[in-house]
C-alpha cells in the first residue's frame, strides 16, 4: 500500500490546516503521526473503515480526523495551531487492529507543517 498525503504548508498561530492522504488501496486503518523537532515521532489519530477513530489527548478538540472510504483518504483538520505544532506530520495505515488503533505496516513520505508566531 503507497500513501501520499498532501496539504502542509506554513500556517500563523490560531490558523488552520487540513491535511490529506490518499492509500493507493483500501485498508482498514489510516492516521497521522508527526514528529516535532528534537522529539520522538507521536500518535496524532486514526480512524478505521467503519469510522472508530482514536485522537490523542494532546490534539483532541483542535484536531479532528475523517475518512472518505470511496477516495482511500484520510484527512486531519488542524484549528487554532500554535508554533508546538509545527512539525513533520505522516500519513500511516494498518491492516490490522492495534492497541489504541497504533498504526505499524505502511508509512508516507512526511509533510510539514511549520507554524508562524
Known amino acids: 500500500v503507497q500513501l501520499q498525503a498532501f496539504g502542509g504548508g506554513l500556517v500563523q498561530a490560531v490558523g488552520s490546516l487540513r491535511l490529506s492522504c490518499t492509500a493507493s488501496?483500501?485498508?482498514?486503518?489510516m492516521g497521522w503521526y508527526r514528529q516535532r523537532p528534537g522529539n520522538e515521532r507521536e500518535f496524532l489519530a486514526a480512524?478505521?473503515?467503519?469510522?472508530?477513530?482514536n485522537t490523542a489527548d494532546a490534539v483532541k478538540g483542535r484536531f479532528t480526523i475523517s475518512r472518505d472510504n470511496a477516495k482511500n483518504t484520510v484527512s486531519l483538520q488542524m484549528n487554532n495551531l500554535t508554533p508546538e505544532d509545527t512539525a513533520v506530520y505522516y500519513c500511516?495505515?494498518?491492516?490490522?487492529?492495534?492497541?489504541?488503533?497504533?498504526?505499524?505496516?505502511?508509512w508516507g513520505h512526511g509533510t510539514h507543517v511549520t507554524v508562524s508566531s
Open positions: 500511516a495505515a494498518d491492516s490490522k487492529l492495534r492497541i489504541g488503533l497504533e498504526l505499524q505496516e505502511y
Open positions: 488501496e483500501s485498508i482498514f486503518c
Open positions: 480512524i478505521t473503515i467503519n469510522r472508530s477513530h
